[in-house]
């Protein structure tokens, strides 16, 4: 119930209106039972919001689209490894002292350590936004070798040299997946509503890879589809949904995350329910 005690953690980022966000906390928070409520804002103006969450006393924050990459020069510390990747997607009130977070990259090592070890492997990672930088970083620091490729040449280059990465370069090098032991797409190619498109022609996929595509929208993508079709460990998008909230929610309430509990309104709401023609990225 809804009371004077009550913290509230929030969404900020435009458009807000049909993330899932929301969804996933709360659902947490009916779990555990504890007095937290999760709402989202539409924000234009991120420095006042920031402000806002300072005056009003709210205990977290996610952070989205547009601004991930502002926020930051308005809160009092970052963690480094946000720093490094030079974007949050999350900010915690510890008594009006404001620090950000990625949970990103930790979101996605999760979803792909359920199914393949990383130390000394051989990863292909499609991509060279805020995505790809985030889960390069994560990689890196588990010790894999990664190669970023992406369309535009150049930003796969200067990710590359941003994380140190082993290679980089063009789609002409999507070859480099013949002695990769697993593949990334971090771009938003398949997402609904070109959901009849891969980055990846089907043949390139063979049956030592383990195939993880960021887009979640849908459940299984083309590239999913094919890869296990090809006899390829899959990973599925809407796992690092899942578990970059779930570093969130253990940050706002310093309570292991509910899992079970986050993740059947996740895959109910992904699944029926909502018209998937709404879902964004995030
Ligand atoms: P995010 O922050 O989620 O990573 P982004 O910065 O917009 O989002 O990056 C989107 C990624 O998808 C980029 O790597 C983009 O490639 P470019 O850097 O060449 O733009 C990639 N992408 C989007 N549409 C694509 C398409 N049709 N084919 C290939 N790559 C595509």
Redesign the pocket.
């Known amino acids: 119930m809804i009371n004077a005690d009550t913290k509230i953690c929030c969404l900020i980022g435009d458009p807000v209106e049909h993330s899932l966000s929301p969804l996933i906390h709360n659902a947490g928070y009916q779990a555990l039972g504890i007095n937290y409520a999760y709402v989202s804002f539409r924000v234009s103006d991120i420095k006042r919001a920031i402000e806002g969450i300072r005056g009003l006393g709210i205990r977290g924050a996610s952070v989205t689209?547009p601004h991930?990459i502002k926020a930051l020069k308005y809160l009092d510390k970052i963690d480094p490894p946000a720093e490094k990747i030079g974007a949050i997607n999350t900010i915690v009130n510890d008594d009006g002292v404001l620090t950000g977070y990625n949970t990103d990259g930790d979101g996605a090592l999760q979803a792909l350590e359920e199914v393949a070890t990383l130390k000394g492997k051989k990863v292909v990672l499609?991509?060279?936004?805020?995505?790809?930088?985030a889960i390069a970083c994560g990689l890196k620091a588990k010790g894999v070798k990664v190669v970023v490729l992406?369309?535009?040449e150049e930003?796969?280059g200067k990710l590359a040299e941003k994380v140190n990465a082993e290679g980089s370069g063009g789609?002409n090098k999507l070859s480099e997946i013949s002695s990769a032991d697993i593949l990334i797409n971090?771009?938003?190619?398949g997402m609904w509503p070109?959901t009849g498109?891969s980055?990846i022609p089907k043949d390139l996929l063979h049956n030592r890879l383990t195939v993880f595509d960021?887009v979640y929208n849908p459940r299984e993508t083309r590239l999913l589809a094919e890869a296990r079709e090809r006899g390829c460990a899959i990973v599925y998008g809407y796992k690092m949904l899942l578990y970059q909230a779930a570093g969130q929610f253990e940050l706002f309430t310093g309570l292991k995350a509910p899992l079970p509990a986050m993740e059947s309104a996740l895959t109910q709401a992904l699944e029926g329910g909502r018209d998937a023609a709404h879902f964004d990225?995030?």
């Open positions: 689209i991930k499609i991509g060279g936004g805020g995505a790809a930088l992406n369309r535009t930003k796969a789609l971090a771009t938003s190619v070109k498109q980055i960021i990225r995030r």
